[in-house]
């Protein structure tokens, strides 16, 4: 065979083999999208279930009914989903044939604020605001009483990282309380809300007993942590002696010192 029919028939296989994948391809982008797999890891209460995000992804119209899987944009769809601020992280990507799929990990909430404006949102445990959820709630810390902060999607470390914001916002403290209750497995069970006086001390409420627990102010990690230190000292050496309905109110506002007060006969 002459030379130039051996680069002839090369063309004309290269050709078809282009065609039959161009054929194939259009096929596989005509097909009809199926339910993506929905995949989401959580620890703790869910805020966001598989079919409140099928219907933010149809109310946004990055999804439709029998929609050509062509006409899928897997990189809105991440996107969209990305900001969602009950979502931490999130990867969505396609298979073969016409499935695809949606991996989420929500955020963890650690306590829930009350603000004096009548706002209600949660703090993540890496320092998010999250709105609160019509659908959802979450057995977490509550904060409540002279809250001055108000909702807005920023990390509780710009506050923490600023002289100026700390001065005058509360978040930073709340985030350090609810943060060392949160991993604390016996402060985590013993309180259950926290009350901000006016004259910025914070006040913890027990879920065992109607003592008042004057915590003070929350400034630093250090602070916090030797503050709770204190109290569980307490209450292991202390209680099971003096009895859980001695004291009215103990306080480890102040630096290395345990103050109570008697309860009136």
Avoid at 169 to 181: A, E, F, P
Avoid at 225 to 249: C, H, I, V
Wanted: aromatic fraction near 10%; include cysteine; hydrophobic fraction near 40%.
């Amino acid at each position: 065979m002459k030379k130039w029919m051996k680069y002839v028939l090369w063309i004309l296989v290269a050709a078809g083999v282009v065609a039959i994948l161009v054929f194939a391809n259009k096929e596989e982008q005509n097909k009809k999208y199926t339910k993506p797999e929905v995949s989401i890891h959580v620890d703790g209460d869910s805020f966001l279930t598989e079919p409140e995000l099928i219907d933010r992804l149809n109310f946004h119209g990055l999804i439709e009914q029998q929609q050509a899987i062509g006409k899928l944009n897997i990189r809105k769809i991440e996107y969209l989903i990305s900001h969602m601020p009950e979502v931490k992280h999130v990867k969505v990507f396609k298979r073969i044939g016409n499935k695809w799929d949606i991996q989420l990990e929500l955020r963890k909430p650690i306590a829930r604020i009350f603000n004096k404006f009548g706002q209600s949102f949660y703090l993540d445990q890496d320092g998010f605001l999250i709105n609160r959820s019509s659908l959802h709630t979450s057995r977490v810390l509550v904060f409540s009483g002279n809250i001055k902060d108000r909702f807005e999607p920023n990390s509780i470390f710009k506050i923490i990282n600023n002289d100026s914001l700390k001065s005058i916002r509360n978040l930073d403290d709340i985030y350090r309380i609810s943060n060392y209750v949160c991993n604390d497995p016996i402060l985590h069970k013993m309180i259950g809300q926290v009350y901000r006086e006016n004259n910025g001390d914070f006040v913890l409420i027990p879920i065992v007993g109607d003592q008042k627990i004057i915590l003070g102010t929350a400034q630093s990690d250090a602070v916090v942590k030797d503050k709770f230190e204190r109290l569980l000292d307490f209450y292991k050496e202390a209680m099971p002696f003096e009895g859980w309905n001695k004291y009215s109110e103990i306080s480890v506002k102040y630096e290395g010192q345990i103050v109570c007060r008697k309860r009136a006969n």
